[in-house]
């Protein structure tokens, strides 16, 4: 842990005034230009499958599909039936049976999706095959009970599933599996453009928010946060990007996004990407993320065990970006903010004190009981911010914000706080469509007196126990006009992943681009 000079710490915190800071400095140790990722199946879309590829049919049932343009024998096709039937294989939604022997084919995979498989479901299957063939290296044949179009969600689950970040190993390292996988099907073309149109989008989208929640973070902080979004950017067409550095965050005194990072020599950003398509409305949606890209818990020192994994605590960040990505890179006719408040939180003779009171722009104060309850702080200012900027018709803030969530929900569901009943709605209809699922959560109007302070507006914590989760969210909506549809996604229990799932392998999950991406959609 890196301790600054004597003459930084007699400076005084950023509270009612803003204060001179640190310049930022690079990352160290690590030259992330020569490390990327092993590589990922290319994924392409034919009339016939190519010949010594391993088979993967998508079953809807225990009846072995047609297969039009798959190399398979009338004797092969009995030797699987008997196969089926000896397995007791029904086709239910993630069942598998894997057979080898049979023909050229090096393996059969047969994956259910269930008797009527809607889009979700086909991308389940397809995540599962991705996941089941990892370790394989020769080239993957789809084919089964889907149709033209539908031959794309497959693909997407496919992409999903078959993420990997392994790009700072240098021994021991996994060979990735480099033959391209195939989806057989009466209409490729079409199945093509709805994968290229659509569902690529939307995996470029999450595979760029678990790459910047996956990074260590001397790689990832502020400063680089941003750089790497506009290269993700680059030459997209309808976004604007634009920055806030702590200069001008001080001129326009926003004191509770600079107060959390001072303590670092690492400088705090406000990141704003812009997203309008053809046609969309003038008012846009704001998609408003924590973005803390280390968090040690500042002057409230976390516990030592586990605080590595604190590198991903700007995932809600991150996936506000990665939900504008797609839409961008997808032409989509909507109109959104994703922004990133993004700090780092370190211990240091600069850095806040519990008991500091802090200033938003608008001139609220904040008693900051708990320097380790920052996310709250850094929405503050950005949601102030955003809306009296971009005047959207609605704020979502999406934050992996407390522990409380996570005794609540597990890693099951993300926690919904919101105010507006028909954006409530609209969040738990995108999460179950996207399978990014929701849980309501109370707003109850006793908690909002608990956060009052003595001595200045609010106070980020209360003392002692108490509904944290809610808590939290009441101290964000403190900070968003009432007038205003607002929604908070508590993220802290999905974020990362302890054991693979078809769509989402082990690490850092991307949780909330597909759910952002399916609300934008739906025009709520």
Not at 172 to 188: M, S
Not at 290 to 317: E, H, V
């Given at each position: 842990m890196r301790m600054k000079s004597l003459l930084l710490s007699a400076c005084l915190s950023l509270a009612l005034a803003p204060a001179a800071m640190a310049q930022p400095i690079t990352g160290s140790g690590v030259a992330p230009a020569t490390a990327t990722n092993s590589a990922e199946r290319a994924i392409g879309f034919a009339a016939s499958a190519p010949a010594g590829a391993a088979l993967v049919v998508v079953m809807s049932d225990a009846t072995l599909p047609p297969l039009d343009g798959v190399a398979l024998s009338a004797a092969e096709r009995q030797a699987v039936a008997a196969a089926i039937a000896a397995a007791g294989f029904d086709g239910k939604a993630g069942s598998t049976l894997s057979l080898r022997g049979i023909g050229a084919h090096p393996r059969i995979l047969l994956i259910g999706a269930g008797s009527t498989p809607a889009s979700l479901a086909l991308a389940e299957a397809g995540g599962k095959a991705a996941q089941e063939l990892k370790s394989e290296a020769h080239p993957v044949t789809i084919a089964g009970a889907f149709g033209d179009t539908s031959a794309a969600d497959v693909a997407y689950g496919f992409a999903l599933g078959?993420?990997?970040?392994?790009?700072?190993?240098?021994?021991?390292?996994?060979?990735?599996?480099?033959?391209?996988?195939?989806?057989?099907?009466?209409?490729?073309?079409?199945a093509e453009a709805a994968f290229n149109n659509r569902w690529k989008p939307l995996a470029d989208g999450v595979r760029l928010s678990r790459d910047l929640a996956n990074e260590p973070a001397n790689v990832i902080y502020p400063e680089s946060f941003v750089a790497r979004v506009r290269d993700a950017f680059a030459g997209a067409a309808g976004v604007s990007i634009e920055v806030l550095d702590e200069a001008a965050m001080r001129k326009l005194g926003m004191g509770t996004l600079v107060g959390v990072g001072q303590g670092?020599?690492?400088?705090?950003?406000?990141?704003?990407?812009?997203?309008?398509?053809?046609?969309?409305?003038?008012?846009?949606?704001?998609?408003?993320?924590?973005?803390?890209?280390?968090?040690?818990?500042?002057?409230?020192?976390?516990?030592?065990?586990?605080?590595?994994?604190?590198?991903?605590?700007?995932?809600?960040?991150?996936?506000?970006?990665?939900?504008?990505?797609?839409?961008?890179?997808?032409?989509?006719?909507?109109?959104?903010?994703?922004?990133?408040?993004?700090?780092?939180?370190?211990?240091?003779?600069?850095?806040?004190?519990?008991?500091d009171v802090t200033r938003t722009m608008s001139g609220k104060t904040i008693e900051m009981l708990n320097a380790d309850a920052e996310g709250r702080l850094v929405l503050a200012d950005a949601n102030e911010y955003i809306a009296q900027t971009y005047k959207p018709r609605a704020i979502v803030n999406i934050a992996t914000l407390t522990g409380a969530i996570v005794s609540a929900l597990d890693d099951q569901y993300a926690g919904l706080f919101a105010r507006d009943e028909k954006l409530a709605s609209a969040l738990i209809a995108a999460g179950t469509a996207s399978g990014e699922e929701v849980w309501r959560m109370p707003l109850h109007k006793n908690y909002a007196e608990k956060i009052k302070s003595d001595i200045a507006d609010i106070r980020n914590i209360t003392p002692g126990q108490g509904p944290g989760a809610s808590i939290g969210a009441h101290v964000i909506g403190y900070f968003v006009d009432e007038a205003t549809p607002w929604a908070h996604l508590d993220i802290a229990g999905v974020n990362q992943a302890d054991k693979a799932s078809p769509l989402v392998p082990k690490g850092m999950s991307g949780f909330g681009v597909r759910l952002l991406d399916q609300l934008a959609r739906s025009g709520e």
């Open positions: 078959q993420y990997r970040f392994d790009r700072y190993k240098t021994v021991d390292k996994k060979t990735p599996p480099t033959g391209a996988v195939t989806l057989v099907g009466a209409n490729p073309s079409a670092s020599p690492r400088g705090s950003r406000l990141l704003a990407v812009r997203y309008r398509g053809a046609g969309a409305p003038a008012a846009p949606m704001a998609f408003i993320g924590k973005g803390i890209t280390f968090d040690s818990g500042g002057i409230s020192l976390k516990p030592g065990t586990g605080m590595w994994d604190m590198k991903g605590d700007m995932s809600g960040a991150a996936s506000a970006i990665g939900a504008a990505l797609s839409l961008a890179r997808s032409k989509a006719p909507v109109h959104v903010v994703a922004v990133a408040a993004l700090a780092e939180n370190m211990p240091d003779g600069n850095a806040q004190r519990p008991g």
